[in-house]
């Protein structure tokens, strides 16, 4: 499958790296493509499945995308991307809106009645959003390995079959328990988790932590 990344951070790096171990063709989107970052990521693997583009190069190439900007940048990379790229594709978003404008910390920019996913959403009214991948730092979001088992990443979206997919054929893949908790509204919910994932990780200096669903 061709996958688009439309960012180039460590976390679209880090997602990159898990779908081209799964065989998968990636390109990675930047505003610069061939900056030192990304070019020594394509250097790490088979020059046929990982190779970089424009915004709208990665939308078009990619059968699915993968939105992994930081928040500020989002709005301008869909509009750089084209929405028209999009259309019809499964769209992961991984965005969180978050607000660093008061240091370290962040808080959310957005909450209560809007979310990030709530907005790509929006702006993408022909794609089918499902946010996941949101809730744990990077390091951790291919192969997660803690003693207390696997654990759950929360998803949410307006379009089950392309939730389903996103849990069958990507998540279990790379290693998660998955909990579906409804329409992109959800997003309300799981963009404060992430932040409560940060505050922990600000608060004892260490990021090797997820979150576990436990049922009776």
Request: proline share 5%; hydrophobic share 40%; with cysteine.
């Amino acid at each position: 499958m061709k996958i688009g990344i439309i960012g180039s951070g460590d976390v679209g790096r880090k997602l990159a790296d898990g779908f081209i171990e799964l065989g998968n063709h990636v390109k990675i989107g930047s505003r610069d493509p061939n900056q030192s970052k990304i070019t020594e990521w394509i250097d790490k693997h088979d020059k046929e499945k990982a190779s970089s583009g424009t915004f709208a190069e990665t939308a078009s190439f990619g059968e699915l995308v993968v939105l992994a900007t930081l928040w500020e940048g989002t709005a301008d990379a869909i509009q750089l991307a084209n929405p028209t790229n999009l259309a019809k594709k499964i769209i992961i978003d991984v965005t969180n809106p978050l607000d660093f404008s008061k240091g370290m910390p962040p808080t959310l920019a957005l909450g209560h009645t809007d979310s990030a996913g709530e907005t790509v959403q929006r702006m993408l009214p022909d794609s089918k959003v499902v946010k996941a991948f949101n809730i744990v730092g990077n390091p951790h979001m291919i192969h997660p390995d803690f003693p207390g088992g696997k654990p759950t990443m929360f998803i949410c979206g307006n379009d089950g079959e392309a939730k389903k997919f996103v849990t069958d054929d990507i998540l279990s893949k790379f290693g998660w328990e998955t909990i579906d908790i409804g329409a992109i509204e959800g997003s309300r919910v799981l963009e404060p988790i992430a932040l409560l994932w940060i505050l922990h990780y600000f608060r004892t200096g260490n990021g090797n932590h997820a979150f576990k669903l436990l049922q009776k």
